[in-house]
């Protein structure tokens, strides 16, 4: 019987068999041998569950009648793990594949050895070979203004204790995701980690960043089916929503018309660049999507 704790891996699908697969593909890599897989398909109405089944059959498949999101399609696994007493449950997104197969015995290590920590990440890295933004800051205004300003560049050489991680490979503890609750799917896409590995640092937990190769990310299929516009307003409507939910509206109400001033700059850099303008809409969006958002965080506190 192997003596190390178990580890769930749990993958959300959603109409993108092809990375799907060639994630699963890579799973054997792995050098930790007790695991078990689930994916969650988040409703894709496609031939997704039907090849899963027919390819690898030891997979244990989710069918979600509908799409949950992100946060939505992780909690439904999150929930097996917990009424299943896995002690570890790592996510990992569809559309990476294994590159250090040494990575999840190294987290699970650290996890053992030191019980203050609630969450923990490794190095991500791109396509191209360059390391993705894998160290996340918490969204404050300061936070923000450095984002914007290109002025973010955290450190992905040494190993620290950070605000979040990048949730698409992630560990987790059993305990510090029962304090701290499930992702919370308000967000659908984009922020929710952060969130929610705030939500654990409140409850006293540790999120470590250890500087290690992991996963080769490829970049979301699921995200390129979506408009470039939706994407840019969901991420700074969540912002907000993380700031209102935790009772720091005036961030909030400071942060709303900074992005409306900045996208205001892209847009009038962007006509004189190439005399393309980002369109009203655009911001309209932003400010109704804002607003939703911003009820929605009131009523999730």
Partial sequence: MNDKPQVLILIVNWRNYPDSK???????????????????DNG???????LIRKEFPYVQLVELDKNLGFAGGNNVGLEFALENDFPYVLLLNNDTTILNG?????????????????????AVQQTNGL????????????????NSLGLYDPEHKKRQF??????????VR?????????LDDNYFMYGEETEWFFRMRKNGWKVLYLPIKSIIHKGSASIEMLEQQDIYVECRANLIYTLVKHNQKMQAVLTLPLM????LLRSALSIFRSGDSYPLSMILDLWRKTLIKWNLAKRAK
């Fill in 22 to 40: 060639a994630c699963l593909e890579s799973l054997p890599l792995l050098t930790y041998e007790n695991y078990q897989v689930m994916v969650v």
């Fill in 44 to 50: 894709s109405g496609d031939d997704s569950i039907r």
């Fill in 102 to 122: 040494d990575f999840l015995s190294e987290l699970v290590q650290v996890l053992e050895s030191e019980q203050e920590i609630g969450a923990i990440g490794p």
């Fill in 131 to 146: 390391t993705q933004l894998s160290i996340l800051p918490y969204p404050s205004l300061g936070n923000t203004i450095k």
């Fill in 162 to 171: 950070v605000d979040s991680v990048a949730g698409c490979c992630v560990l």
């Fill in 174 to 182: 059993r305990e510090a995701v029962q304090m701290a609750g499930l």
């Fill in 260 to 263: 409306t001033i900045l996208l």
